[in-house]
Structure formats: C-alpha cells, structure tokens
C-alpha cells in the first residue's frame, strides 16, 4: 500500500505538463522570468504634448497590467484543474488496486454500534463509501463514454456495493435486516444523467460503452435507489444534498428529468417479464421506479403546486399524444397519466391469482389517488374515475387484505369529494353480512354481492374497519350540520315577525339531507348489528360508532325541542320516519348484537381456558375491561336517546314512542332461557348428589360404641 503511494506520487509529478508551470511556481513569479518595469516615456520639449502621452502611457499600462492578471488568473484555474484531474486519476487507479483489507474493513471486522470498534470501522466504511461515490461521478463526467472508463467506473462501484453489503449484514444483526442506507454523495444533476444515460441514450456511438454499465442490474437498481433517496430529501426537507441542492429552479428541472425516465421505464418494460427472468434478492427495477413515482407526485403537489401543469408537461414520454397535452389544462393532463396507470392496474388484475403482485398494486392506486387530487370533482375526468374505480371494486373477487384495503380507501376518498358514500356504505354492509352470515345461526342469510372485492378473508377485520371510520366521518359531518342548525335558529330568535313557514322552508334543504343520511347509515348499521362479526377490533369499533349514532340522534330531538319552543314549528315527517326506523330498525338488533357478543366472548374465553390458562386470563381481563365502557356508553346512549324523544313528544303533542321499545337490556338483566336450563342443571346435580351419598351411607357399617372403663 505503501510503496503504492510513492509509485502514484512518481506518475502524477510525470504526468503534470513540463512546459506549463505550476500553479505554486506562478505564485512565486517562476516560469515565466522575473518581470521589468516597463521603459519610461521620452521627455519632450513640448509641455502640452508631454502631458498628453503621460496619459495615453498610464492608461495603457492599466490595461497591460488587467489583461495579464485575467491571464494569469485562467492559468492558474487551468492549472489547479488540472492538478485535481491528475489526483482524481491517481485515486481512482489506487481504489481500484486496493483491497477492503488494506482499509482494515472485511467481513471479520466489528461494525456493531454497541463498541468503540464497531462504530470505527463504520464511519471507516461510510468515508470509503462516500469516496467511492464520488470517483464514480468524477469518473462518468470526465469519461466522455470511454468504454475503458466506464469499465473502471463499475469496478469502483462493485467496490462500493461489497462494502454496503457487508455494513448491512454486520449493522443489522439482531435487528431487521434491511437497516436504512446512509445518504448518498451523488448530486441531483448527476442522477437526472445518470438515468437518463442509462435508459433513455440511444446513441449508436454510445451504445458499446454504455452497455458495460447496463449490464450490471445491481448498479442499475443502485443508480434508481439513489434517485429514489433524493426524491426522499426533496419531499421531506425541499431541498438535497449537493451544491444545486438548494437552488429551487434546477432541482425541479432535475425532478422533471428523473420522472420522465422512470416513467418510462416502468411503461416499457412490465414487471411480469422483468419477473420473468432470474430471480434476484432485492426489489426489481420496475417496482423502485414505480415507488420514485408515487415520492415524486406526492412531492410536486407539496413543493411546487403551483408548478403542477408545467411537470405534466415536462414529464410526457409519448411521442403520439403530445398533442392532446400540449394545450390541455391540469385536469386534462391528469386524466392522461390516469389513464396510463389504470391500464396497468388492469394488466394486473386481469393476470389472474397467480401473477397478481400485490404490492406493486398497492403502489398503482396509491399513485392514482395521489393523481385524482389534481381532477376538478366537476369534471367529467374525476366522474370517470369513479366509475372506473366502482367497477373495479364490483368486478375483481381477489382475496388480497393490502389490495382490498387500498382499493376502499380509493373508492371512499373519491366519493367524499363527489357525493356522500353512504349508499355505497349500505351495499358493503349488506355485502358484509351476506359473507359472514347472521348472529343468529338458524337464520340463512340471503345470499348477494353487490362488491366482488367484499369475499370471506377481506370481510373482516379490513372491510368492516374501513365501512366503521367512513361512518364515523359522515357521523361527524352529520353533527357538524345539526350545530348548524342550532345557531342558525338562535340567530333567528330576535325576528319575532318572521313567518314561521317561511323559516321552516329555509331550513328545509338542510333537515333533508341530515335525515336522509341518518336513516340509509341507519339501515347500513341495521346490516351490521346481524352479522356474525368476530370478536375483538370489528365488535368494539361497531359499539363505538352505535353509541355515537345514537348520541347525535339526540341532538338532532334537541334541535326539534328547541324548535317548537321558539317558532311553534312542527314535525316533518321526514323525521317521524327516521324515529321509526330506529325504534323498529336498530334499537332490538343493538340488544341482540350485545347478547351475541357477551355469549362469543364466554365461548371463547372458556376455549382458550383449555389451551393457556394464562393468556386467556389475560386476555378475557383486557377484553372486559374494554366492553366495560363500550357496553354500557352503549345503552345510555339509547336511553337518553329515548329519554329527549319522550320529552319532544310532550312538546310537540306527537307521539313519537310509539315507534320505540322499552329497553331491557342493562349488565345485571337476566336471560330466562339460560336460567332455566341452569337451574335444571342444578336440580340434576342436586339429585345425583343425594343418590350418591344414600348410598354410601347405606354400605357404611355402623360405628361401634366406646365402652366405658
């Protein structure tokens, strides 16, 4: 290693140009000769003419003097330039010589962050690394596709991976093998032509140079990690790493560079027939490419929304359909790449079970709810992308929990902005119910799908989960209209002369939609409280939203109160329909579903008794200690429900508990079956039990008497 150094010393004084002086020597005054004052002017007799060329004589020599000073200034850049280029060189050829043994570093070596040792050896590591990143850039820059260059380019990449791989394997022992990688030193600008290199340069000159680079698919996967980690940066801080990092304009030039390749690529070439090939550990191309996308949508609608129709613009791969973006609007745009990633979403599904990947899936309608967030809810495109998104959810049966998920959730983040899903939300209920069937085993569920997407294994927990939170969003917004009210009607008190028909047709539209999406998410969780759900997540989240339906159905008869006592106004019928739906509906299920869930848990708790006595303790304790409050919040919800509807049925001479039952239900009611049959069981042991001590009293002989002495 040593004798090395002085060998490279040796080339690098040789390679230095001989008739050119350092940049040392120029400092000095060397190689060029010591410099003369330049000759005083001839004196002549004539003063005017005298004082004339003294002047032409000092400007002149300024301007000698600036020219020679820019001069020396270049030369010496050139020289430094040239000095850094040989030492570049040198270390290039020494990195490329060397072993990871002549760092100290190897797989033998500490890099556990627990010792002095290990923490060394990885900051050793990382510096190596860092070195290696920038020859690499060093290397491609000044290579001008030199076949040789690029040649020892991957040798010095190779370098590089060896000792990333060992840092992983060494760092991530008694953790999750895949520790995060530490920050590239590649710049931005060189990843944008990097990539563009790599996948888009169809030079003929090019081609047999470039080709050493496209061979390696480890280098390929590392050069799109790489732009993936500083779309990362970009996203999370608004700037990256380097010295353009921070200049605003090149970095989205640079953003518009990498997502036009990456698109590209993705487009180009499937992932089936990616997949297709050998079987290499790590992620493919085509799936880091398709997660750099979805980093970089998010990041342009973050960062630079305002510059959002001029990416779609920069980013267009096609060379046909330029014409139908060139002058088209952001929506339109959208709806473009919107059309490109559903086509690939369907090549997915329409691949069946077995060539279905799920995760790249997930990135694909993650990418498309990012996208639909740029669509007018207007438009015809974002309508489009409805239907298309219900269809999907209608059409495809995949027994995929992520895909499923993901599929909802894009289907309810659409129709949030569109209209209110709760009619879709009654259709998923019955759907649920139909799959799981009843609380009540000798009732046979009718059989219906309305979504193919809602199958046994993706029913619940993840179907039924995301219905719940969507209800307690429409619940929350339901709420929300009702505080509305109130206050519009508190504002409205001072207008003694108003018209209470004119009011009431004011507020009309309002009570309208509040109590339709009461009474179809009434008959939504009307589905609910009868399917058979399994305990734990599903049963306490429906608890919850129940005695939340319930709470705000009380304010909905505060707000009626409140309006018959202050303009005499009357019922509408709207809500003497939603009252009835309710008392006849939902309230006796509730009652049945609670039953249904306190027999589920004795059942299971006595199974699991059997196997470990202890977790089932446990869990049976953390359990009550849940429904404990789920339970009863429930039924005093009911009961003060009850409670204001008794009270708006004296106000305004309704009567409204005709609709409801008397509730029964409370944690200490007693069910007459289940006593019965204890009781009985308890006659019979009371029984046998005297049988058997009969009979052991009768085969007993009798004591003998002491005798007194």
Same mark, same amino acid.
């Given at each position: 290693?040593?004798?090395?150094?002085?060998?490279?010393?040796?080339?690098?004084?040789?390679? =230095?140009?001989?008739?050119?002086?350092?940049?040392?020597?120029?400092?000095?005054?060397?190689? $060029? $000769?010591?410099?003369?004052?330049? +000759?005083?002017?001839?004196? *002549?007799?004539?003063?005017?003419?005298? +004082?004339?060329?003294?002047?032409?004589?000092?400007?002149?020599?300024?301007?000698?003097?600036?020219?020679?000073?820019?001069?020396?200034?270049?030369?010496?850049?050139?020289?430094?330039?040239?000095?850094?280029?040989?030492?570049?060189?040198?270390?290039?050829?020494?990195?490329?010589?060397?072993?990871?043994?002549?760092?100290? @570093?190897?797989?033998?070596?500490?890099?556990?962050?627990?010792?002095?040792? $290990?923490?060394?050896?990885?900051?050793?590591?990382?510096?190596?690394?860092?070195?290696?990143?920038?020859?690499?850039?060093?290397?491609?820059?000044?290579?001008?596709?030199?076949?040789?260059?690029?040649?020892?380019?991957?040798?010095?990449?190779? =370098?590089?991976?060896?000792?990333?791989?060992?840092?992983?394997?060494?760092?991530?022992?008694?953790?999750?093998?895949?520790?995060?990688?530490?920050?590239?030193?590649?710049?931005?600008?060189?990843?944008?032509?990097?990539?563009?290199?790599?996948?888009?340069?169809?030079?003929?000159? =090019?081609?047999?140079?470039?080709?050493?680079?496209?061979?390696?698919?480890?280098?390929?996967?590392?050069?799109?990690?790489?732009?993936?980690?500083?779309?990362?940066?970009?996203?999370?801080?608004?700037?990256?790493?380097? %010295?353009?990092?921070?200049?605003?304009?090149?970095?989205?030039?640079?953003?518009?560079?990498?997502?036009?390749?990456?698109?590209?690529?993705?487009? #180009?070439?499937?992932?089936?027939?990616?997949?297709?090939?050998?079987?290499?550990?790590?992620?493919?191309?085509?799936?880091?490419?398709?997660?750099?996308?979805? *980093?970089?949508? !998010?990041?342009?609608?973050?960062?630079?929304?305002?510059?959002?129709?001029?990416? @779609?613009?920069?980013?267009?791969?096609?060379?046909?359909?330029?014409?139908?973006?060139?002058?088209?609007?952001?929506?339109?745009?959208?709806?473009?790449?919107?059309?490109?990633?559903? =086509?690939? @979403?369907?090549?997915?599904?329409?691949?069946?079970?077995?060539?279905?990947?799920?995760?790249?899936?997930?990135?694909?309608?993650?990418?498309?709810?990012?996208?639909?967030?740029?669509?007018?809810?207007? !438009?015809?495109?974002?309508?489009?992308?409805?239907?298309?998104?219900?269809?999907?959810?209608?059409?495809?049966?995949?027994?995929?929990?992520?895909?499923?998920?993901?599929?909802?959730?894009?289907?309810?983040?659409?129709?949030?902005?569109?209209?209110?899903?709760?009619?879709?939300?009654?259709?998923?209920?019955?759907?649920?119910?139909?799959?799981?069937?009843?609380?009540?085993?000798?009732?046979?569920?009718?059989?219906?799908?309305?979504?193919?997407?809602?199958?046994?294994?993706?029913?619940?927990?993840?179907?039924?989960?995301?219905?719940?939170?969507?209800?307690?969003?429409?619940?929350?917004?339901?709420?929300?209209?009702?505080?509305?009210?109130?206050?519009?009607?508190?504002?409205?008190?001072?207008?003694?002369?108003?018209? #209470?028909?004119?009011?009431?047709?004011?507020?009309?539209?309002?009570?309208?939609?509040?109590?339709?999406?009461?009474?179809?998410?009434?008959?939504?969780?009307?589905?609910?409280?009868?399917?058979?759900? %399994?305990?734990?997540?599903?049963?306490?989240?429906?608890?919850?939203?129940?005695?939340?339906?319930?709470?705000?159905?009380?304010?909905?008869?505060?707000?009626?109160?409140?309006?018959?006592?202050?303009?005499?106004?009357?019922?509408? %019928? *709207?809500?003497?329909?939603?009252?009835?739906?309710?008392?006849?509906?939902?309230?006796?299920?509730?009652? #049945?579903?609670?039953?249904?869930?306190? !027999?589920?848990?004795?059942?299971?708790? $006595?199974?699991?008794?059997?196997?470990?006595? +202890?977790?089932?303790?446990?869990?049976?304790?953390?359990?009550?200690?849940?429904?404990?409050?789920?339970? %009863?919040?429930?039924?005093?919800?009911?009961?003060?429900?009850?409670?204001?509807?008794?009270?708006?049925?004296?106000?305004?001479?309704?009567?409204?508990?005709?609709?409801?039952?008397? #509730?029964?239900?409370?944690?200490?009611?007693?069910?007459?079956?289940?006593?019965?049959?204890?009781?009985?069981?308890?006659?019979?042991?009371?029984?046998?039990?005297?049988?058997?001590?009969?009979?052991?009293?009768?085969?007993?002989?009798?004591?003998?008497?002491?005798?007194?002495?």
């Amino acid at each position: 290693m040593h004798d090395d150094r002085w060998v490279d010393e040796g080339e690098r004084e040789e390679a =230095r140009p001989q008739n050119k002086p350092s940049a040392a020597e120029k400092k000095s005054g060397g190689g $060029g $000769g010591p410099r003369t004052a330049p +000759e005083k002017p001839v004196e *002549r007799q004539e003063e005017g003419l005298e +004082e004339d060329e003294d002047e032409w004589e000092d400007e002149g020599e300024e301007e000698i003097v600036g020219e020679g000073e820019d001069e020396e200034e270049e030369e010496d850049e050139g020289g430094f330039q040239e000095d850094l280029e040989v030492l570049l060189r040198s270390v290039t050829c020494r990195m490329i010589k060397s072993d990871l043994e002549d760092f100290e @570093l190897d797989k033998s070596a500490d890099f556990s962050l627990s010792s002095s040792v $290990g923490i060394k050896n990885t900051i050793y590591a990382v510096l190596v690394m860092g070195v290696c990143e920038v020859l690499m850039e060093y290397n491609f820059l000044s290579a001008n596709y030199s076949k040789n260059r690029f040649e020892e380019l991957l040798d010095l990449f190779n =370098r590089y991976h060896k000792l990333s791989e060992i840092l992983k394997e060494k760092s991530g022992k008694g953790k999750s093998p895949s520790s995060k990688a530490g920050r590239s030193l590649l710049s931005m600008g060189f990843v944008s032509t990097l990539l563009t290199a790599l996948f888009r340069d169809s030079t003929q000159s =090019r081609e047999e140079s470039l080709a050493v680079l496209r061979s390696s698919t480890e280098f390929l996967r590392y050069s799109v990690s790489t732009a993936l980690q500083k779309i990362q940066q970009l996203e999370e801080m608004g700037q990256t790493d380097g %010295p353009e990092g921070q200049n605003t304009d090149k970095t989205f030039r640079y953003l518009c560079d990498i997502t036009r390749v990456l698109l590209w690529r993705y487009m #180009s070439i499937p992932s089936t027939v990616e997949d297709s090939g050998k079987k290499e550990k790590g992620k493919t191309i085509s799936m880091l490419c398709l997660e750099g996308l979805l *980093r970089i949508f !998010s990041t342009v609608q973050l960062r630079y929304p305002s510059k959002a129709s001029q990416f @779609l613009c920069a980013v267009d791969v096609s060379e046909e359909e330029d014409s139908e973006t060139d002058n088209a609007n952001v929506t339109e745009k959208t709806a473009f790449y919107i059309r490109q990633f559903q =086509r690939s @979403l369907l090549n997915q599904l329409s691949g069946g079970d077995e060539d279905f990947h799920s995760k790249e899936a997930q990135l694909l309608l993650n990418i498309l709810s990012v996208l639909s967030r740029q669509l007018e809810p207007t !438009s015809p495109q974002f309508v489009q992308m409805i239907s298309w998104t219900v269809k999907i959810c209608k059409e495809s049966s995949l027994e995929d929990v992520q895909f499923c998920k993901g599929l909802l959730s894009l289907l309810f983040s659409l129709h949030v902005l569109y209209k209110s899903p709760v009619s879709v939300l009654r259709e998923l209920c019955q759907d649920i119910h139909s799959q799981l069937g009843d609380i009540d085993q000798d009732v046979e569920v009718e059989k219906q799908s309305h979504f193919a997407i809602i199958n046994t294994k993706t029913a619940a927990p993840t179907a039924t989960l995301l219905i719940l939170s969507q209800v307690g969003r429409v619940l929350e917004e339901v709420e929300w209209l009702i505080s509305k009210k109130k206050g519009q009607l508190s504002s409205e008190r001072p207008a003694a002369g108003m018209d #209470s028909q004119r009011a009431a047709g004011q507020h009309d539209a309002l009570e309208k939609a509040i109590i339709l999406q009461l009474g179809t998410l009434l008959t939504a969780l009307h589905e609910l409280v009868q399917t058979a759900l %399994p305990p734990g997540g599903c049963v306490d989240t429906l608890l919850k939203e129940l005695a939340s339906t319930y709470t705000i159905l009380t304010s909905l008869c505060k707000y009626y109160i409140q309006l018959c006592a202050s303009l005499h106004g009357q019922l509408s %019928p *709207r809500f003497e329909k939603l009252v009835k739906l309710s008392g006849s509906h939902l309230t006796p299920q509730c009652y #049945s579903f609670l039953t249904y869930v306190q !027999s589920e848990e004795l059942s299971a708790a $006595g199974g699991d008794k059997k196997k470990k006595k +202890e977790e089932a303790t446990t869990a049976a304790s953390a359990k009550a200690l849940r429904e404990s409050k789920a339970i %009863p919040n429930l039924i005093f919800s009911i009961e003060q429900y009850e409670k204001f509807l008794i009270l708006l049925s004296k106000k305004s001479k309704v009567n409204l508990m005709q609709y409801m039952k008397l #509730s029964t239900s409370r944690d200490f009611r007693i069910n007459a079956a289940s006593l019965e049959a204890a009781l009985q069981e308890q006659q019979e042991s009371q029984s046998q039990q005297t049988e058997v001590s009969t009979e052991v009293e009768e085969s007993q002989e009798p004591k003998k008497k002491k005798r007194k002495k």
